[in-house]
């Protein structure tokens, strides 16, 4: 009974706050980009529920792969990483959701291609840990700060889904 076609025009605007819980920030590495992943990436956090509230193809600059991995930075592999980042463009999202962080996570799998668990992005896509195709923020904190990175003031955009009263209760 809660869903009726009319239920979008007349959910108010404050009503639809309910609606609004956490968000993620993932993104189409250099190499998923260059294999011709993106929709099919794209597709599984559509498919599963996920509202995409941000999307733009971007060459990074070095400065902000160094600054997104910074945590990385004393790591062996980071200059590589660095290279890796700029060596293309990637494919900037944000998505929300309820526990879409976690959820993100796992729909993206293992760090290391050959430990990411089949079904999940890695698992089927990829076979190399410098060679991922996908990030994803790692917590709720980080996402907010992701997003504010990768996208600034401009690019997220807040939009009611017709959808949603058949993906949330
Ligand atoms: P995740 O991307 O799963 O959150 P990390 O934050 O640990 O994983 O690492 C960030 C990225 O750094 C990885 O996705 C991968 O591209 C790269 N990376 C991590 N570990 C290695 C490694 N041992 N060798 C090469 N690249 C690595």
């Known amino acids: 009974p809660k869903i009726s076609t009319h239920r979008q025009a007349t959910v108010k605007p404050q ?7 956490e968000k993620t920030y993932v993104m189409v590495k250099p ?3 260059q294999r011709g992943l993106v929709g099919n990436i794209i597709s599984r956090f559509e498919t599963k529920g996920f509202h995409l509230k941000g999307l733009k193809l971007f060459q990074c600059p070095k400065e902000l792969a160094e600054t997104h991995y910074g945590d990385l930075s004393e790591k062996p592999f980071f200059p590589d990483l660095v ?58 904190e980080n996402g907010e700060k992701e997003i ?7 690019g997220v955009i807040e939009w009611e889904q017709a959808m949603s009263p058949w993906l949330r209760e």
């Open 15 to 21: 009503a639809m706050a309910r609606f609004e819980t």
């Open 148 to 154: 504010g990175l990768w996208f600034g003031d401009e």
């Open 83 to 140: 290279d890796y980042i700029v060596s293309g463009p990637v494919v900037c999202m944000v998505w929300e959701g309820p526990g879409v962080v976690k959820s993100a996570r796992k729909l993206i799998g293992a760090t290391n291609p050959l430990e990411s668990e089949p079904g999940t992005i890695r698992g089927d896509l990829a076979i190399e840990v410098g060679r991922n195709v996908v990030h994803g923020s790692d917590s709720v």
């Open 31 to 33: 190499d998923g980009v």
